[in-house]
């Protein structure tokens, strides 16, 4: 039986990389002990901001086998998303790598159904189970490195030794038994670069990120004013922020991803300071129609760039 197991194991990630996919793993559909504690201890702290849904399902979060009834393993996708280009104007106000290209939800949302319809069809007609990128209560990180996909680096990212921590994270929950992976070693060492770097001091120590500082937070949950005090701090980032993993060696090991369906948009990458300190309702919705960068609405990204404009530089 274990021999089968690994058997369809083997397939899955095989037909995974095949799909797109750079890595796949396997880990068992359970309650994350540990980061139950630590999840509950955030949120006592207000450390999440105004993002209230992450108080929400709490009891699913910590426990992805209440997503799926009967679920035995959570299959852990990551989709790397190093870009291959910068934005054009090296003064323009600078957006996440992620958001470069199209948005990623819809591109490994066709990914994960199509690996889902492959188990289903080739390996186990009885499967039932949920796939998700971003859309549930998940502790994807978590379940990441407990299936070997990469360690919690300090800069609360997963890393992966190959891929960095520029990797989208993404999971099936099914009903279908398979052989766990193994967490791989913390390899962080005494290297603080991330917690340096990080212009907010929002990384605090026992990987621990204090939402309401992050400039990702700032920028995009955030739905209120930025907070004056964050004035000259920014960076230029006008949507999301990369710095904690410019600065970590792991990412300079990775290399560009060839998704063509997620490769940077030419009219997103090319905006000038100038069109971007001029940036309309009517241009937001042509420039970022299919872009991540929607998630922030027109009103916030407006806020964002004003913001820097009046204030970053007194």
Known sequence: ?????????????????????????????????????????????????NMHYMANHFDKRVDPSKLVEGAKTVIVLLSNYTPKIKQSDPEAPIIARYAFGKDYHFVIKDQLKTLFGYIQEEIYPSLEGRYFVDS???????LAARAGLGWIGKNTHLIHKKLGSYVFISELIVNLDLPKGEPIKDACGGCTRCIDACPTEALLPGRTLDARKCISYLTIE????????????????????????????????????????????????????????????????????KSAVKRAKFSGLRRNIDFLLSKSIK
């Open 136 to 142: 549930a209560p998940v502790l994807e990180r978590s």
């Open 222 to 289: 955030n739905k209120e004013a930025i907070p004056e005090h964050f004035v000259g701090k920014m960076e230029n980032r006008v949507f999301g922020c990369d710095i904690c993993q410019e600065v970590c060696p792991w990412t300079w090991k990775s290399r560009p991803h060839v998704n063509e369906n997620m490769q940077p948009v030419a009219k997103v990458m090319q905006l000038t300071k100038k069109q971007w300190q001029h940036l309309s309702q009517e241009e937001f919705s042509a420039v970022f129609s």
């Open 1 to 49: 039986m274990q021999l089968l197991k690994t058997a369809y194991s083997d397939l899955i990630r095989q037909k995974a990389l095949e799909l797109g996919f750079d890595a796949c793993g396997f880990a068992k559909a359970e309650e994350l002990v540990p980061e139950k504690e630590i999840l509950s201890d955030w949120l006592s702290n207000q450390m999440h901001g």
